[in-house]
């Protein structure tokens, strides 16, 4: 008899998006006129560099001749990308990560979902509350936690990230095995600073443990205090793997591009205690299961670091930032305590009513789709999440809606 995981009836039974899409879906269907602004899902709405497309285009075109024509590829990513990324995203900023740390994969979403398989399935799990919903999911299906008991799985040490703290959990105060962090944050927006990182790096060294680093929107960090990589952290090297993306920093939603770092240091235990390093077991888990990124698709993101696609990178990413300036000033002028929407593309708006009651209220009185906190985690009760990813225009028109049903 084929029988299924169990552990994926643990899952809530809808996943976030799913819900805002039918609730978006229910408002068209009511209002069929009414135009919907979409300050919702994290996904970009501006066109790729030039820079990327002119070597997509060209990489297609290299395909299309027998002497030029490339089959499967490295499964760790070809040499030319991951030689760009060690290059301009590390050693220029005197961090040491070779290009034979570097994971290419098709995004950071499967990577951060993917990681938990090199790990025991008995490991203590910390988790921060609001959170991206793949890391606590993907653990769920694994079997490492017990059933969801009004929104929080049994098993888990939740890392609350609040008013109080600034959006900035504080360190477990039991011992953990495994970590997840996320800065510039999503869904809160948050940054951390390099002394808030040397506490967590500690933490990890002091606990044998490991941190997971998604740095997905580190590209957005403006303020040069930031970290833009847990490897500026002193030691880092030994207890984080780090996860960047060009999703959100080129617009590669759609093209599907990312990387993973795992230092060759880095370390883990295993049953006896005895010191196990990662990077083999990640390039083992990669080649058994992966096939690598598309030929044009890397081509398309080592063109991100050329001197027009960095200049292109940067204006695109400061396109949102604008965006994210001018829903700080209005909601701030409203009222509305905001965190985020400086060194990031989110903002976190503390509200004065439950976060779906605040949800169905900008979707109904002002036809604008945000996204309800509560949908990360117990504690983005109240909050919503306002994404600065589209055009200029279309924030200016949701503001001044929004302004309105908030009147
Ligand atoms: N990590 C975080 C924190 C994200 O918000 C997202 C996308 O929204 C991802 C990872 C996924 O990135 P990718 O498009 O590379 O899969």
Not at 98 to 118: H, L, M, R, W, Y
Not at 130 to 155: H, I, L
Not at 267 to 277: I, K, L, Q
């Amino acid at each position: 008899m084929i029988r299924i995981n169990e552990n994926f009836n643990k899952l809530k039974a809808s996943y976030l998006f799913s819900d805002i899409a039918n609730r978006v879906s229910e408002y068209i269907i009511k209002y069929p006129d009414k135009e919907i602004i979409k300050l919702g899902i994290g996904d970009v709405t501006r066109a790729l560099p030039p820079a990327c497309t002119k070597a997509f285009h060209s990489a297609v075109d290299e395909m299309s001749f027998d002497k030029s024509f490339r089959g499967y590829g490295p499964e760790q990513g070809y040499e030319f990308l991951r030689d760009k990324i060690s290059e301009k995203d590390f050693q220029s900023r005197g961090i040491n990560i070779s290009p034979k740390e570097i994971f290419v994969s098709d995004g950071a979403k499967c990577d951060t979902g993917n990681i938990q398989e090199i790990f025991s399935g008995d490991i203590k799990i910390a988790i921060p509350d609001p959170v991206y919903p793949v890391y606590v999911d993907t653990n769920v299906m694994a079997g490492r936690t017990g059933k969801n008991q009004d929104g929080r799985y049994e098993g888990l040490i939740y890392l609350e990230s609040t008013e109080q703290n600034g959006y900035v959990p504080d360190l477990p105060s039991e011992s953990v095995d495994l970590i997840y962090l996320c800065f510039p944050n999503n869904p809160t927006g948050s940054t951390a600073t390099k002394a808030q990182l040397l506490k967590w790096v500690g933490y990890a060294r002091d606990h044998k443990a490991l941190i997971l680093f998604d740095a997905a929107y580190e590209s957005f960090i403006r303020d040069d205090s930031l970290p833009r990589s847990i490897f500026e952290i002193e030691g880092a090297d030994e207890v984080a793997i780090e996860f960047r993306s060009f999703s959100k920093s080129a617009g590669f939603t759609g093209t599907r591009c990312a990387f993973t770092v795992v230092p060759e240091k880095c370390r883990a235990f295993d049953s006896r205690g005895d010191v196990s390093y990662l990077h083999p077991l990640w390039l083992r888990r990669q080649s058994t299961k992966f096939n690598a990124v598309s030929y044009p698709v890397q081509r398309a993101a080592e063109a991100v670091y050329s001197d027009e696609g960095q200049k292109q990178v940067r204006e695109l990413t400061d396109y949102y930032l604008k965006n994210a300036s001018l829903i700080i000033e209005k909601m701030t002028g409203l009222g509305y305590s905001c965190t985020g929407g400086k060194d990031s593309p989110y903002i976190w708006i503390k509200g004065d009513r439950d976060s779906w009651k605040f949800f169905d209220l900008l979707l109904e009185k002002a036809g604008v789709v945000c996204t309800p906190g509560a949908g990360f985690g117990k504690c983005g009760e109240n909050h919503i999440r306002i994404s600065a990813f589209n055009s200029y225009e279309n924030v200016q028109k949701a503001l001044e809606r929004i302004e309105k049903a908030l009147q």
